[in-house]
């Protein structure tokens, strides 16, 4: 039999105006005397001083950075800089940046990280994983997060579209559950039943509360507790392969084709409508538990051509071959992705 590694947070803490207990979660992990902060510029503005209370309380010294770019080069030049620290723990304060920046740094270092979103717009918050804007566009294997400490309550006065975007990277968790059954199916792939059915939860709670975030507003707790879960699922699996499937490489292919353009929740939630159509689930179904999230449903919503969509879907697959997905099964010609993107109205 394969082995295979499991590596999982340790402590993870939602709690509402807890910011000034951060001291106190950091010192019960590790007991460290020195942290590195990453943090983007607006972030910092908000919670800098309740943290650097907090962790004065507790005698650890703070030394913040901020986080410009997500390329692969910024985060190179950023972890030259951290180095030179010597901190015992390494600390994501931030949306997605900020924690990738984080996740990426202290593995290349060895050393632990805590993932603190302030933002709750895609499952990498306590995934192992980070994708860095680069020569290839998909996820590469970085480290679990020690521990997860959020403030549901900056989580709540962040903009809405965020939260809707981390219901469109949970419900991708639908597609990727079934591309991976595929995987397993058609070229024998290891398969993990708890891990798929764990991914496959958090998608499925996002879709059955959708009816009432449409009357009531989003519910950030129950996202950030299903974008938790889908992190520990591929924490669980060994790598990223129950939340991210041709979804997601159609994400990336966009990433490539028109950076900028569009958040990864939202583009992985406009890719499930179509994705779901070619695996025979109920994609209209997909759209409904968008729409109720407030999330886009059309290229044009985000800003994206039509011929983008159709070229993104073409290449997609091609992004990452050895990942066995339902694109794998469809030679996806330029008329074939026209005709998926029209009868699903996402152009
Ligand atoms: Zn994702």
Redesign the pocket.
């Known amino acids: 039999m394969q082995s295979h590694t499991m590596e999982l947070p340790r402590l993870i803490v939602i709690g509402e105006k807890n910011i000034s207990d951060i001291g106190n979660f950091l010192s019960s992990l590790t007991k460290p005397k020195k942290v590195s902060i990453m943090s983007g510029v607006n972030v910092r503005k908000i919670v800098q001083k309740k943290i650097d209370k907090s962790l004065k309380s507790k005698k650890i010294k703070p030394i913040w950075h901020s986080v410009l770019g997500n390329e692969k080069k910024s985060f190179t030049e950023l972890e030259k800089i951290v180095r030179k620290d010597k901190s015992d723990l390494i600390v994501g304060v931030g949306g997605g940046r900020a924690v990738d920046a984080a996740k990426m740094i202290a593995f290349n270092q060895s050393k632990p990280f805590v993932s603190v979103p302030t933002a709750a717009s895609?499952?990498?918050i306590a995934s192992p994983f980070v994708s860095i804007k680069g020569d290839k566009p998909h996820s590469i294997v970085a480290t679990a997060p020690l521990g997860v400490f959020v403030d549901i309550d900056i989580i709540k006065k962040a903009p809405k579209k965020l939260l809707a975007s981390g219901c469109g990277?949970l419900i991708?968790n639908i597609i990727a559950v079934k591309d991976w059954e595929l995987g397993r199916d058609k070229v024998g792939e290891y398969y993990g039943r708890y891990a798929a059915n764990l991914a496959l939860m958090s998608a499925k709670i996002v879709e059955e509360s959708s009816g009432v975030f449409a009357k009531k507003g989003l519910d950030a707790r129950v996202i950030v507790e299903a974008l938790i879960s889908a992190g520990v699922a591929s924490c669980i699996a060994g790598s990223s392969r129950p939340?991210?499937g041709a979804e997601?490489l159609f994400s990336h292919a966009l990433d490539k084709l028109a950076p900028g353009i569009g958040l990864?929740?939202q583009k992985?939630g406009i890719g499930a409508i179509m994705m779901a159509k070619l695996q025979g689930q109920d994609w209209k179904k997909i759209i409904k538990t968008l729409k109720n999230v407030g999330a886009p449903t059309t290229a044009k919503q985000i800003g994206l051509k039509p011929e983008q969509v159709v070229k993104a879907l073409t290449i997609a697959q091609d992004l990452r071959p050895e990942r066995y997905t339902i694109l794998k099964e469809i030679e996806m010609t330029r008329n074939k992705a026209l005709a998926l993107a029209k009868s699903t109205k996402v152009i």
Do not use: E, K, P, V
Request: glycine share 18%.
């Open positions: 895609h499952d990498g990277d991708a939340c991210s997601h990864h929740g992985c």
